[in-house]
C-alpha cells in the first residue's frame, strides 16, 4: 500500500524552521566540546580522566563503567586513578551508542 502526501508551501516552510532551528540548537550545545578539542586537548597520546570521557562521550559514570569492564576501552590505571587514551576513546569502532547489548538481543528476550 503506497500512501502519497500532499504538503502545501506554508507547511514546508514551518517544517524547514523547525529542522533548521534544532540543527542549530545540537550545534550550539556540541560547540564547547569541540571548542575544547581545539584548545590543545586530544592529543593522540593525552590521557583523559573518568569525566573528561565521560564529557566527550556524553554518557554516565554507569555506562563508562560498564565499558571498562566489558573490555570496550582500554584504560590504565596509575596509584589509584584510572586514565584513558584520547586516542582509544575517538577511534573505537566498539562505543556505537549501545553499552549494554541491546541491539544483539533477540526481542523476545525481554517480557514486557
Known sequence: MEIKLKLDDKVIK???KIITKTI???LKKSLPQIETLNKGQGTKDELMTRKQVMDLLNIS???LYHYQK???IPFKKIGNRVYFKYDDIVNNPELD????????KDQNDYEW
Open 14 to 16: 514551518e517544517m524547514k
Open 24 to 26: 542549530e540548537d545540537a
Open 61 to 63: 559514570h554507569a555506562t
Open 70 to 72: 566489558s573490555g570496550k
Open 97 to 104: 551508542g549501545d553499552p549494554y547489548d541491546y541491539k544483539s
